[in-house]
Nanobody, 115 residues
């Protein structure tokens, strides 16, 4: 089992920044990638960004150039730096850990961007 604890969400004005953190604990070996997904009301959960253990990253087109994902392997933590936030970024953001045979989710943290 992998336990994920997210932090850093909140309310920010459009154009502002937030930094999300996700601490992983438990059976943290053999993680393929860590990442962030988000879900807005009435929408499906969607990929935001992922990062592998070697640092390879992948971003949704909607956040490229504005968001940066990073990972501290020593601290088992993944970060999402979100700049130039837009109202359409408003959603619950979920931390995700993908292993070969299992997929784990955090409890989610709310990000609200006001116009």
């Amino acid at each position: 089992q992998v336990h994920l604890v997210e932090s850093g969400g909140g309310l920010v004005q459009a154009g502002g920044s937030l930094r999300l953190s996700c601490l992983a604990s438990g059976s943290i070996s053999s993680i393929i990638y860590m990442g962030w997904y988000r879900q807005a009301p009435g929408n499906q959960r969607e990929l935001v960004a992922t990062v592998t253990s070697t640092g390879s990253t992948n971003y949704a087109d909607s956040v490229k150039g504005r968001f940066t994902i990073s990972r501290d392997n020593a601290k088992n933590t993944v970060f999402l730096q979100m700049n130039s936030l837009k109202p359409e970024d408003t959603a619950v953001y979920y931390c995700n850990v993908r292993k070969l045979v299992a997929n784990y989710w955090g409890q989610g943290t709310q990000v609200t961007v006001s116009s």
